[in-house]
């Protein structure tokens, strides 16, 4: 059984007053400075010295998050835009070095040999390879990169297109793509496209510096390309550049075919001989596209009601979180693009931010971040902070399995059946398409990064090939050539958080096999993913991903075995 939802209890403050507020760096180094010096006699006063450590990076975790949402909610505020500034340039990298002394004493400390393997494994593990890749160097160059990435959303955030007189942003602009009116699909897509070609420059300008800064980081920290360094960083313990590379193969073999057939059932349905790109999310003349809801307030409300059809718990995430302003759901101009969970890791109550704009597409992106958000829920009453910092291949598989889950609900959506159909429908033609893109970005992050002082004409080339590598070929994008040359531009993760894509595409795999076990027994499902997600990442991933009852397996013979059970699935969904 699913358990009942339990309002979250902010863990007292032991160390840190509990009025401080991060405000500079001399107000938070005497803390740093008192961790660095204090004498560690025992297990116990070990414990009590990685707790201390714990309390003070939630409390600066949470702060610096704030800064984040703040901006990406408005970027034309520049006191926002300048708090963010200032912890990336004046607080962060102070902080860094005091981290890599504080991770030091662990590993030389005598005690830390007696603490529960079984639970400090994945945190000890982490922390020797902090150690291994840290330079000093490297501080203020990575602060300089993060600085710049955040640009990508500022510039993004400025685009903006008219269409009946009315000025839209791009993400608002994206529902006129589900029309039935073909004429009017071809005008959006096309001014999309000179407007996000207006800043290519700008960002092939932003991409060339921050393909620089990374190589640099790599080549400090001693290694021959930033490719390298980032498996290392990001904790890659479970598998290897080898499987990244038989995954691309195996989505080349086993889901293009899915993805043509899909392309294929939808040309049908619209009747055309030719598929242009304003056409993969239209529906024909005479069926509306589907309208899940007018406004933000009405998706949350909504989405409540789905998730407490799966379980009180989930629902009492987001009423909680609708109670503490913790959603920022419509999209407006100023705002950053796409959408995000952040946890908050002292109140451990997350932020949902969106650009919801009345699509289907929103529907989707609600019930992924709320998976997201529960996750955030179910892992905060763990004792350290670092133990809530799992990594992205269970964070993904929690919001991607809540999308599958919530699937048979959505009638709180659509009241008409055929309606219902219709979103499912969508839905697994998503997940589809979803994994020859994931294939598609992966490996050309994999060719940017092992191929450091590549020319834009290089770039472009190997985009393309890898670009139609992974494409169906079904579609015609004649007079579109240059857009889609730079159709990289669009994935805000190349710019703000490199390599990190393939999470997305293992979690997917993950998350079918969720459903797999839902659609054979719901309570068994819901209790196993619940489990998985309450231990963060003190298991290792192959051991989370046992106890959420699946495989963490993205080998061909799996991916096969996961779409043989799709494909029934689509063909009861009228694809043949």
């Given at each position: 059984m699913t358990?009942?939802?339990?309002?979250?209890?902010?863990?007292?403050?032991?160390?840190?007053?509990t009025d401080f507020k991060v405000?500079?760096?001399?107000?938070?180094?005497?803390?740093?400075?008192?961790?660095?010096?204090?004498?560690?006699?025992?297990?116990?006063?070990?414990?009590?010295?990685?707790?201390?450590?714990?309390?003070?990076?939630?409390?600066?975790?949470?702060?610096?998050?704030?800064?984040?949402?703040?901006?990406?909610?408005?970027?034309?505020?520049?006191?926002?835009?300048?708090?963010?500034?200032?912890?990336?340039?004046?607080?962060?990298?102070?902080?860094?070095?005091y981290g890599f002394e504080l991770n030091k004493k662990l590993l030389a400390c005598a005690f830390t040999s007696e603490l529960d393997k079984n639970l400090y494994f994945p945190y000890l593990r982490g922390v020797d390879n902090s150690i291994k890749l840290y330079r000093d160097e490297n501080v203020p160059l990575q602060a300089d990169m993060n600085l710049m990435a955040q640009q990508y959303g500022v510039i993004s955030g400025a685009m903006g297109v008219e269409v009946d007189g009315k000025e839209y942003t791009l993400q608002q602009a994206a529902k006129f793509l589900h029309?039935?009116?073909?004429a009017l699909r071809e005008t959006v897509f096309t001014k999309v496209a000179i407007r996000r070609l207006e800043d290519k420059d700008k960002l092939n300008e932003l991409f060339d510096k921050l393909l620089t800064i990374r190589q640099q980081i790599a080549v400090n920290a001693g290694f021959e390309n930033y490719r390298d360094y980032k498996f290392r960083e990001l904790g890659r313990f479970d598998y290897t550049v080898a499987d990244c590379f038989a995954f691309h193969d195996a989505v080349k073999e086993h889901i293009i075919p899915l993805h043509a057939m899909l392309v294929k059932n939808r040309q049908k349905r619209l009747?055309?001989?030719v598929m242009r790109p304003w056409d993969g999310d239209a529906e024909p003349v005479g069926i509306e596209p589907l309208h899940p809801f007018k406004d933000g307030k009405e998706l949350n409300e909504k989405a409540i009601q789905v998730f407490d059809r799966l379980s009180p718990y989930f629902s009492g995430c987001l009423e909680t979180m609708q109670q503490m302003k913790r959603l920022d759901l419509d999209s407006?101009?100023?705002?950053?693009?796409?959408?995000?969970?952040?946890?908050?890791?002292?109140?451990?109550v997350p932020f949902i931010f969106m650009n919801a704009a009345g699509t289907m597409g929103d529907v989707i992106t609600m019930?992924?971040?709320?998976?997201?958000?529960?996750?955030?829920?179910?892992?905060?009453?763990?004792?350290?902070?670092?133990f809530k910092e799992y990594p992205m291949e269970i964070a993904e598989l929690a919001s991607m399995s809540m999308e599958l889950f919530s699937m048979e609900h959505w009638d709180v959506f659509f009241k008409d059946e055929k309606e219902l159909k219709r979103a499912q429908l969508e839905e697994m033609e998503r997940i589809i398409s979803v994994l020859p893109w994931i294939a598609t970005i992966d490996k050309y992050q994999h060719w940017l990064y092992t191929n450091p002082g590549h020319s834009l004409k290089d770039r472009e080339a190997a985009w393309l090939s890898i670009l139609n590598e992974f494409s169906?070929?079904?579609?015609?994008?004649?007079?579109?050539?240059?857009?889609?040359?730079?159709?990289?531009?669009?994935?805000?993760?190349?710019?703000?958080?490199?390599?990190?894509?393939?999470?997305?595409?293992?979690?997917?795999?993950?998350?079918?096999?969720?459903?797999?076990?839902?659609r054979q027994n719901k309570e068994q499902a819901l209790g196993n993913y619940m489990s998985a997600l309450s231990i963060g990442y003190t298991k290792t991933l192959k051991e989370l991903y046992s106890t959420a009852g699946i495989k963490f397996d993205f080998s061909a013979g799996?991916?096969?075995?996961?779409?043989?059970f799709v494909t029934p699935i689509l063909g009861e969904m009228g694809v043949k």
């Open positions: 358990r009942a939802f339990v309002p979250l209890k902010q863990k007292e403050r032991e160390f840190l007053p405000t500079d760096w001399e107000a938070l180094q005497p803390y740093f400075e008192e961790l660095q010096n204090r004498g560690i006699d025992n297990k116990a006063a070990l414990e009590k010295w990685l707790n201390d450590i714990s309390e003070l990076e939630a409390v600066v975790s949470e702060d610096a998050c704030w800064r984040q949402i703040n901006m990406t909610c408005d970027t034309t505020n520049k006191e926002y835009e300048a708090a963010f500034t200032y912890f990336c340039m004046e607080i962060e990298p102070k902080i860094k070095p029309s039935p009116d073909r009747g055309l001989d407006r101009k100023g705002k950053a693009p796409g959408g995000y969970n952040c946890p908050l890791a002292e109140t451990g019930m992924h971040e709320g998976g997201h958000a529960v996750h955030s829920f179910l892992s905060h009453d763990l004792a350290l902070s670092a169906t070929g079904i579609t015609d994008w004649s007079g579109f050539e240059e857009y889609r040359t730079n159709f990289w531009q669009k994935q805000l993760h190349l710019f703000e958080v490199p390599f990190y894509y393939i999470e997305y595409g293992i979690a997917q795999l993950g998350a079918i096999a969720m459903w797999r076990q839902y799996y991916i096969k075995e996961l779409a043989n």
